[in-house]
T-cell receptor, first 116, second 114 residues
Framework: AQTVTQSQPEMSVQEAETVTLSCTYD???????LFWYKQPPSRQMILVIR??????QNATENRFSVNFQKAAKSFSLKISDSQLGDTAMYFC?????????????FGKGTRLSVIA | NAGVTQTPKFQVLKTGQSMTLQCAQD?????MYWYRQDPGMGLRLIYY???????DKGEVPNGYNVSRLNKREFSLRLESAAPSQTSVYFC?????????????FGPGTRLTVL
């Protein structure tokens, strides 16, 4: 079974600064995807960024980037130039890469507060 | 496109009552999922349906039943609600078409069992 661990229950960052959220996972699968989801107070789950395990290059989406270390099974999210709208719960998630669709396995989340 | 819709948005039940949470998607996705979210626990899979006509248990299926009514709709039923089922419930759908099975989530249902 796969497990996802987010060791930081809460974090805070000053507006315009950079923050890194940590995520580690455990799996025996060789092909998989990793995701970061954002959940603002509205409760809606929003996909922030995805990484395919077979790609060595780290994914980036505007101010969001990841540091994917496959051997260490680590997948951290860096948010640059933090904005007040980044305040949210952030979930790291794992998905097996199989033919067909497979469910997500989530970490417990990190609550991020951006301070003006 | 409405994406994934869930009804109701909020519900209060008494212990022992039953109810069905409805979920529908208009993206022609094959797979649909039910998760629950509890404080400090993240989202956990209750049941999923990889395709119309199939359902499988997830991590926390006890106390729930599901029905994949057709390709669009996937309902979650609580036959005899318990306070431990107080939670926020999310429905999601996905399709392999883009190669990475991105899951799209509904807005959630906040359920309180007294």
């Amino acid at each position: 079974a796969q497990t996802v661990t987010q060791s930081q229950p809460e974090m805070s960052v000053q507006e315009a600064e950079t923050v890194t959220l940590s995520c580690t996972y455990d799996t025996s699968e060789s092909n998989y995807y990793l995701f970061w989801y954002k959940q603002p107070p509205s409760r809606q789950m929003i996909l922030v960024i995805r990484q395919e395990a077979y790609k060595q290059q780290n994914a980036t989406e505007n101010r969001f980037s990841v540091n994917f270390q496959k051997a260490a099974k680590s997948f951290s999210l860096k948010i640059s130039d933090s904005q007040l709208g980044d305040t949210a719960m952030y979930f790291c998630a794992f998905m097996k890469r199989r033919s067909g669709n497979t469910p997500l396995v989530f970490g417990k989340g990190t609550r991020l507060s951006v301070i003006a | 496109n409405a994406g994934v819709t869930q009804t109701p948005k909020f519900q209060v039940l008494k212990t022992g009552q039953s109810m069905t949470l409805q979920c529908a998607q208009d993206m022609n996705h094959n797979s649909m999922y039910w998760y629950r979210q509890d404080p400090g626990m993240g989202l956990r899979l209750i049941y999923y349906s990889a395709s119309e006509g199939t359902t499988d248990k997830g991590e926390v299926p006890n106390g729930y039943n599901v029905s994949r009514l057709n390709k669009r709709e996937f309902s979650l039923r609580l036959e005899s609600a318990a306070p431990s089922q107080t939670s926020v419930y999310f429905c999601a759908s996905s399709d392999e078409g883009q190669g990475y099975n991105e899951q799209f989530f509904g807005p959630g249902t906040r359920l309180t069992v007294l």
